[in-house]
């Protein structure tokens, strides 16, 4: 029987299976019941019929799993997971399956990868990094650095006011944050990044990053940030990920 081993997997054409097998659930039944009442012990054996049945799903199974495994091998990830997406809506027992598609969406995810170092002394800097709504973007940060206020300061507390430039409301003193701006250059608000993070996109547009500290402050030191997840980055945009 069939068996998703090492799965490492591949999408010709399920949709014609599925065509035939709505052409056949159309059809009118009435007259085969009559027929099939007047041949007797002609009439075919269900056992038979259901043997056929699942000899037939196993060599299609087999040969979707042979596809998504080509296409794995070529880079295709996506294709090779909307395959193994197919074969799971036909045996959605088979917990091999589900577990090949997240670990191909965690292969495809990590291959999106930008690494750069901060100055905690500068205001916001690009990534270079694009950012579709409500997919994941993963953080990483090392590093650390010295920060000097020199601010004089009222009893309400720094300016939280314009985002560009003031201290950002809800995100920790000196902490690593993030800010998505779009295409008509609006901005999402400030979200903290830490040392490891994962947070889902608010919008779409390019990502931007700077340290939570009041303008004016005197930082010296280096942060060296990874950013993973589905993203999209210059060495990927052309494929369209």
């Not at 650390?144 to 430039?165: A, C, H, W, Y």
């Amino acid at each position: 029987m069939f068996s998703v081993q090492n799965l490492r997997l591949p999408f010709p054409t399920a949709v014609s299976c599925l065509a035939a097998l709505l052409m056949v659930s159309a059809m009118p039944t009435t007259g085969w019941a009559q027929k099939s009442s007047s041949r007797g012990n002609r009439a075919p054996n269900v056992n038979l019929l259901d043997q056929k049945a699942a000899a037939a799903q196993e060599q299609f199974l087999n040969s979707q799993a042979e596809l998504a495994r080509e296409y794995e091998e070529i880079g295709e990830i996506e294709k090779a997971q909307s395959v193994l997406r197919t074969m799971l809506k036909l045996s959605p027992d088979l917990t091999q399956i589900r577990d090949k598609i997240e670990a191909l969406e965690e292969s495809r995810i990590a291959g999106n990868e930008v690494t750069m170092e901060i100055d905690p002394s500068r205001g916001w800097m690009p990534t270079n990094v694009a950012v579709q709504k409500d997919k994941i973007i993963r953080f990483e940060s090392t590093g650390e650095f010295r920060m000097l206020i020199n601010q004089t300061v009222t009893p309400s507390g720094f300016q939280t006011e314009d985002v560009k430039t003031d201290l950002a409301a809800g995100v920790p003193l000196g902490a690593l944050m993030g800010l998505i701006v779009d295409g008509k250059g609006k901005s999402g608000d400030p979200f903290a990044v830490g040392q490891k993070s994962e947070v889902k996109a608010s919008q779409e547009g390019q990502l931007f990053v700077r340290v939570n500290v009041p303008p004016g402050s005197k930082c010296t030191g280096k942060i060296r940030l990874q950013i993973t997840g589905d993203i999209i980055t210059r060495g990927n945009a052309s494929s369209g990920r």
